[in-house]
């Protein structure tokens, strides 16, 4: 059992580049969601999924997009990488909304833009 | 909306020794979740205890212990015997239960050392 993968765990990018970061989940979990981590600072949500075909911005969406076209994968992508995106990405799952088992979390991609 | 608040960005303890991190919340919600999660430099999120708001009673994991008080809206959580593995950055994290789709709103931080 994977849990979450994700992919790459480091990566370089030049401004103004576009790259996708890629998720998956072999727990058939429901939830989908994408957080960045700015170094010594908590998390932030980028964008959530509730199940295939449903996607929505969360607090911080703006340069990014995303797309749940199965319930295992859900990408992010970046469209003309910017400095302000350096950071640390998490992406995570979870059963249900209300459940209280938090979240499973993938180990994380460090994106670096020059 | 929600917050959560760490006051304390960093804590340090003895081998052995007791500490307390402290958490805040913010919430108009009566129903919903919060956790602890630990992040070692591995960058790996680790979920150490989770407290769900409707039970008066306290988490406890082992070494790990939570002092949840709702109506303060406060969440710390004690760590007994503390051991050079709990070194890590420590964060609260709160969960609504309603139509906040299963959004995890995170704290600061506490980076937690630990000295021999």
């Known amino acids: 059992n994977a849990g979450v993968t994700q992919t790459p765990k480091f990566h370089i990018l030049k401004i103004g580049q576009s790259m996708t970061l890629q998720c998956t989940q072999d727990?058939?979990?429901?939830?989908m969601y994408w957080y960045r981590q700015d170094p010594g600072m908590g998390l932030k949500l980028i964008y959530y999924?509730?199940?295939?075909?449903?996607?929505d911005k969360g607090e911080v969406p703006n340069g990014y997009n995303v797309s749940r076209s199965t319930t295992e994968d859900f990408p992010l992508r970046l469209e003309l990488a910017a400095p302000s995106q350096t950071s640390v990405y998490f992406c995570?799952?979870?059963?249900?909304?209300?459940?209280?088992?938090?979240?499973?979390f993938g180990s994380g991609t460090r994106l670096t833009v020059v | 909306a929600q917050t959560v608040t760490q006051s304390q960005p960093e804590m340090s303890v003895q081998e052995a020794e007791t500490v307390t991190l402290s958490c805040t919340y913010d919430?108009?919600?009566?129903?919903?979740?919060l956790f602890w999660y630990k992040q070692p430099p591995s960058r790996q999120m680790i979920l150490v205890i989770r407290?769900?708001?409707?039970?008066?009673q306290n988490a406890t994991e082992n070494r790990f212990s939570v002092n949840f008080q709702k109506a303060a809206k406060s969440f710390s959580l004690k760590i007994s015997d503390s051991q050079l593995g709990d070194a890590a950055m420590y964060f609260c994290?709160?969960?609504?239960?309603?139509?906040?789709?299963?959004?995890?709103?995170f704290g600061q931080g506490t980076i937690l050392t630990v000295h021999p």
């Open positions: 995570a799952s979870s059963y249900s909304g209300g459940s209280n088992y938090g979240y499973t």
């Open positions: 727990m058939n979990h429901n939830y």
């Open positions: 999924s509730v199940g295939a075909g449903i996607t």
């Open positions: 919430t108009s919600e009566s129903d919903y979740y």
């Open positions: 407290q769900e708001a409707y039970k008066q």
């Open positions: 994290a709160y969960r609504g239960r309603g139509t906040s789709y299963g959004k995890l709103t």
